[in-house]
């Protein structure tokens, strides 16, 4: 008879997140619910549609459009920029909220999808529309997030997560909007 060892299975959690310090975190918020924060960037354009956008100290975020639409396609294109800070700030939020609920999570993707048409050629001569016709007209968000919880729980987080994101809020309702010409 040989004496063989039952296979065991290694969980191997995601980096956690100093859960003290979120809860201080939160606790500001509470005390002070009208705070603000706000993020600065700097974008250059080096030519055609490549810019490099300066955020603190970090490497440039590069931006650039695909050949179809005459840039280089070197880089990601703004509207995936835009889905890309979607699924990070909705995968922060995941994060928080399962910290929170102190649910260990082992993996964690996030798949996004957003219809967004460009008929009006960026304003250049393309087809006349108005604001609410541009941009994304749908966007879709599918998430798989596995963890030391059931189902139902890990869909509470993700539900608290979309609820509560900033990037998400800030796609869905309207915000005061200003642009013009630098001093």
Known sequence: ???????????????????????????????????????????????QYRTLSYVGKHAPVVV???????????????????????????AVGITAVATWKNVKLTSLELFLEGDIGNSAAWGAGGAAKLPPEMGFQAIRVKVAVEGDASREALDEIVRIANFYSPVANTMRNPIAFEIGLAD
């Open 1 to 47: 008879m040989t004496n063989t060892a039952e296979p065991k299975t290694v969980k191997t959690y995601l980096r956690p997140i100093d859960r003290d310090g979120l809860m201080g975190f939160a606790e500001m918020g509470r005390n002070n619910p009208d705070r603000r924060g706000t993020n600065h960037v700097r974008t250059v354009v080096e030519g």
């Open 64 to 90: 650039d459009e695909p050949l179809h639409l005459f840039g280089q396609d070197t880089a990601p294109a703004p509207g995936e920029i835009v889905l890309s800070a979607l699924g990070g700030c909705l």
